[in-house]
């Protein structure tokens, strides 16, 4: 199948998972309104009514993790082609890639010892 | 009529859709599913789906008595409840704040299988009808005020400019409950000046936009500015006294943004970082912390940057009824908790005893220790189901609940065997112990305020039945563990099933005594009990045969105040098993 | 013909699966539980004030969308796939990533702090997972010299690859199993912590698609593990859709069975184990796989 037929047909996939949803909406609305009463609306903290924003600047504790997440998604993007070759290229490529992800693994071990995977 | 139906003709599709509703009665139970457990009541035998937001529950099943703080936030979750909505009643009356049960029935489980049935009918029949009437509490009406950004002081109902600046008023929301909310709108008013200080950067955390869409939604019906609000909350944080901030960088008029200064008053976290922090209540209804506990955690991210906690506001002379007459004391005393009433009972027998009013025998010795093991029994049995519904055991919640249920509907026949097995199966929880180690760990200061399982955990055995004869001769050790975490205090509650098992089947069936009370010797008299939770004490002052003064010392107590403590910048997941394995009983605190 | 088959197949496993997971969650084994959350299409769409209506809105639509969009490209018979994309392999990476982002945006758009918490725990989660997904699929490619996914099953013939790299399925498991935020490793949800956690402000039909969608997740995660590892529809004797409807229900019966007797695990445990156990077992994977392949 050409390509771009098939990623037309994905994205039909996605369009029709869209009608589909918004027919359940439809469906669920023709039974009636949502009646508009006091306190309702607010979101739910164990029976305590608090109408009050909770949205803040969050502190994420696992940005430790995160940065050497960052490197590593990085070099995924390299490794799916590579994969793909790699019995093609053969010793040179494992080569390749041993380097590269040897010394990903060593920053790994260096984050590892100044205590970056742990909960800051 | 049912009151919490959707206004809309019943059509097929609305019944055909109305009868699989009906399938599942996801219920949200007040005050809390274990206080069912504790009368015997097996709710999800009966037929109930247990969720644990209102969001997702179509019925409001009330099983216990709601004091007025109780009853008030009933009404906030009931609210909160989508509809159609229902509410089953079982063997309570419902207070004023909540709108009259859809069905009421009697606390026994039978007739509760029963009624669960008859739920079913009414939602299949009754999801959908002609008439419907809005829920309005007196705590859920808000109203939108305006105030002036510089001029806290100027408030006023419509919109308009500051006489004092000429600024434009921005609009705050206020609350219909007067009293604590009163306070809140105050803080708002403060952090206001705060925002204002600090600069514009917070403004794009949606702020502005949430408030727009929110009136275009509503047509404008509940006006409520996002933006101030979450100035007021930047504010907030900044004025809780970090000082050591200041004057690092002139504030970046203008359009240009510095995040030093942004952040300049604000708390750091231990990281070093300023964070903003926001407020998540969890209670007094929160399903599977005890009902009644009023916990909020100021949260940093994920992590407990402060925590307020506290229990109960009753008047012990209120509960008890003083003065009471002696033979009714104990029965009263035993109201006085509600996860360990068998206890209570027994502590008031005790005092009464202790006064020259009962006379001592062997059998009422006996009969009482038995009573107060198979309280214990049931209630680490109650906080086990506790323990595993927040630990994402729900095998563990809904068998440990359903064993005490049984235990508590048929005292006379002991399940021995599923009880060793439930133990048995908690021990060989694969990554348990990893998952609890080292969570909520007291300190030795903190160890030495605790009693019960929560010290015996740490390995202080300081237990008031080691002293009693009967005991003794039974051979009764104390368990205890070498931890004073979370592992520890569920490790000792383990053992003490199993020993208090033991004990009552070493006990045997005893009769209940007889009572006979006579006349008082003493003007004072004193008992005190291990009950499930630690050593609970009772001094009673008695006046011409009737006791006059109370005065309890109650083991949760002690514990609400290592809570704080103990989950400080913990984890929410953490925080929470630790409160949880403290086994706090709001009903026994601020007495 | 195709898409019906993986149509009926999904419904199918869809059922199955609730009613497994009603099964293993409450003990009771219960025909009707799938049926019976079609019941909240009855209840009224609750939207929470000051919510951030675009996320809010588009959260369960997202997690409806994307794991149908990466079933798409998993075959299930040798002639069933509903396109065998080249980059198949990789087209479900980049779909499943995106559940993150529905599960952020529900946090974040409900506007409550149970829900707002829970959003960002599942980013940890995924910080945590993310490399543990793409690590081991790209070992598999090696293997099969493409990343199509009928060539993957296909390169399995001789040896399933849960045999020729186990390391790889003993991370790709639980890594899967955080995708779908299946207990143990539910955070985003977490009963008894969060009340609900990202779903708990959602009502009526929007609960509705997002627990759909949260249930062809799982459908299509477990039938990625059996088309990456164990050899999708390969098998003796009885015909090939049997062999992958077998595998796949497998799994996700593994999977409950996990969530039902490991307690949640904590984020911290999660974050550690995926990066000072997970991480270096999946390189040591594709070092393997590598030196296996050009040794053989």
Same mark, same amino acid.
């Given at each position: ?120 | ?84 909505? #229902? ?295 109650? #906080? ?10 729900? #095998? ?190 709001? #009903?026994?605190?601020?007495? | ?192 912590? %969060? ?21 062809? %997740? ?79």
């Amino acid at each position: 199948m050409n390509p771009l037929v098939q990623y037309g047909l994905l994205l039909g996939i996605a369009l029709s998972t869209a009608g589909l949803v918004a027919m359940i909406y439809l469906i669920a609305r023709s039974f009636g309104k949502t009646r508009e009463e006091p306190g309702k609306d607010v979101p739910f903290t164990g029976g305590t009514f608090s109408p009050k924003p909770v949205w803040a600047r969050y502190h994420a504790h696992y940005y430790g993790f995160a940065l050497l997440f960052l490197a590593f998604d990085m070099e995924m993007a390299y490794m799916y082609p590579w994969a793909v070759v790699f019995q093609e290229v053969g010793v040179s490529a494992l080569a390749d890639m041993g380097v590269f992800l040897t010394i990903l693994f060593l920053g790994l071990l260096y984050g590892w010892s100044q205590g970056a995977l742990k909960r800051q | 009529m049912i009151t919490g139906t959707r206004q809309a003709h019943p059509s097929f599709l609305r019944r055909l859709v109305s009868r699989v509703l009906a399938i599942e009665r996801r219920a949200f139970v007040v005050p809390e599913a274990a206080l069912a457990a504790g009368r015997g009541l097996d709710l999800e035998a009966a037929g109930l789906s247990l969720v644990s937001t209102p969001r997702h529950a179509s019925v409001l099943v009330v099983v216990d008595d709601l004091p007025p703080d109780l009853a008030r936030a009933a009404a906030v979750v009931y609210a909160q409840m989508p509809r159609p909505r #229902w509410i089953l009643s079982v063997g309570t009356p419902l207070p004023e704040q909540l709108p009259p049960a859809d069905l009421t029935v009697d606390a026994e489980q039978a007739v509760l299988a029963e009624g669960v049935a008859e739920l079913g009918r009414l939602m299949r029949m009754g999801a959908f009808g002609s008439q419907a009437e809005d829920f309005v509490a007196e705590q859920l009406v808000t109203r939108s005020q305006y105030t002036c950004p510089m001029h806290p002081e100027v408030v006023q109902d419509e919109p308009g400019t500051c006489p004092k600046c000429g600024m434009d008023l921005v609009p705050q929301e206020t609350s219909g409950d007067s009293g604590e909310h009163a306070h809140h709108h105050g803080d708002g008013e403060m952090d206001h000046q705060g925002g204002e200080r600090h600069g514009h950067g917070n403004h794009e955390h949606g702020g502005d936009d949430s408030s727009d869409e929110h009136e275009m939604d509503h047509g404008g019906g509940m006006e409520h500015s996002g933006h101030e609000g979450h100035e007021g909350h930047e504010g907030h944080e900044g004025h809780e006294g970090h000082e050591g901030h200041e004057g690092h960088e002139g504030h970046g008029g203008g359009g240009f943004m510095s995040m030093v200064a942004m952040t300049r008053d604000m708390p750091r976290s231990p990281d070093g970082l300023a964070m903003e922090r926001f407020e998540a209540p969890y209670g007094p209804l929160y399903p599977g912390l005890p009902a009644g506990l009023n916990l909020t955690l100021t949260l940093d991210g994920d992590a407990v940057a402060d925590s307020r906690i506290s229990a109960g506001n009753t008047r012990i002379d209120d509960l008890l009824g003083l003065p009471s007459p002696l033979d009714e004391f104990a029965d009263r005393l035993s109201r006085v908790d509600r996860l360990a009433p068998a206890a209570y009972r027994v502590l008031g027998l005790r005092a009464i005893e202790d006064s020259g009013a009962l006379d001592r025998n062997d059998q009422m010795a006996r009969h009482s220790t038995s009573v107060l093991e198979r309280q214990r029994i049931a209630s680490h049995l109650i #906080w086990l189901s506790r323990f595993g519904m927040l630990l994402g055991l729900p #095998w563990l919640g809904t068998e440990a609940v359903s064993l005490a249920a049984r235990f508590q509907r048929n005292p006379g026949a002991l399940p021995v065997e599923s009880l060793e097995d439930l133990v048995g199966r908690v021990r060989r929880t694969p990554l348990l112990n990893r998952r609890l180690s080292g969570i909520g760990t007291l300190s030795e200061d903190l160890l030495s305020h605790a009693t019960g399982p929560n010290q015996r955990a740490g390995g202080v055995v300081r237990d008031s039945r080691t002293e009693d004869p009967l005991l003794a001769d039974l051979g009764f050790t104390a368990a205890s563990h070498d931890a004073a975490d979370a592992y520890g205090r569920l490790a000792v509650r383990l053992d003490e099933i199993l020993e208090s098992l033991r004990l009552v089947r070493e006990l045997g069936d005893i009769p209940a005594p007889d009572l006979r009370f006579g006349s008082p010797d003493k003007r004072t008299a004193q008992a005190t009990v291990e009950s499930p939770r630690g050593t609970a004490s009772v001094r009673i002052d008695i006046e011409q045969n009737l006791v006059s003064k109370v005065s309890l010392e109650a083991p949760s107590s002690a514990h609400l105040e290592l809570a704080r403590p103990a989950i400080q910048q913990l984890e929410v997941a953490d925080a929470l098993v630790t409160i949880v394995s403290l086994d706090l009983s709001p #009903w026994e605190i601020g007495l | 013909m195709s898409v019906l088959w993986s149509a009926i197949f999904l419904m199918g496993g869809a059922y199955v699966i609730a009613v497994l997971e009603s099964w293993f969650m409450t003990s009771r084994f219960r025909w009707l539980a799938p049926v019976a959350g079609l019941g909240e299409l009855a209840k009224e769409p609750v939207i929470p004030r000051l919510s951030d209506r675009v996320f809010y809105e588009s959260a369960p639509l997202i997690l409806l969308t994307v794991p149908l969009l990466g079933f798409a490209v998993l075959p299930l018979t040798p002639g069933v796939i509903v396109t065998d994309l080249a980059t198949g392999a990789l087209f479900l990476n980049a779909a499943l990533a995106y559940v993150l982002v529905a599960l952020v945006m529900a946090g974040w758009g409900s506007h409550g702090a149970y829900a707002m918490v829970a959003g960002w725990r599942f980013l940890g989660q995924f910080v945590g997972y993310g490399m543990l997904v793409v690590m081991p699929i790209a070992a598999v490619a090696m293997r099969a010299q493409s990343l199509s996914t009928t060539e993957i099953v296909r390169s399995q013939e001789a040896l399933w690859n849960a045999v020729f790299q186990p390391m790889g399925l003993l991370v790709f498991l639980p890594a899967t199993m955080a995708l779908g935020f299946m207990p143990p490793i539910d955070l985003p949800v977490a009963p008894g912590e %969060l009340a609900g956690g990202v779903s708990g402000e959602y009502t009526g039909p929007r609960l509705t698609i997002f627990r759909l969608g949260r249930l062809v %997740l799982v459908v299509t995660l477990a039938t990625a593990v059996t088309v990456f590892f164990l050899g999708g529809w390969l098998g003796p004797v009885l015909p090939a859709i049997a062999w992958t409807s077998i595998k796949v229900t497998g799994v996700v019966a593994l999977m409950l069975a996990a969530g039902r007797y490991v307690p949640r695990l904590r984020e911290e445990q999660v974050l550690m184990w995926s990066w000072k156990f997970g991480i270096p077992v999946a390189l040591a994977n594709i070092f393997w796989v590598g030196v296996i392949l050009l040794a053989v």
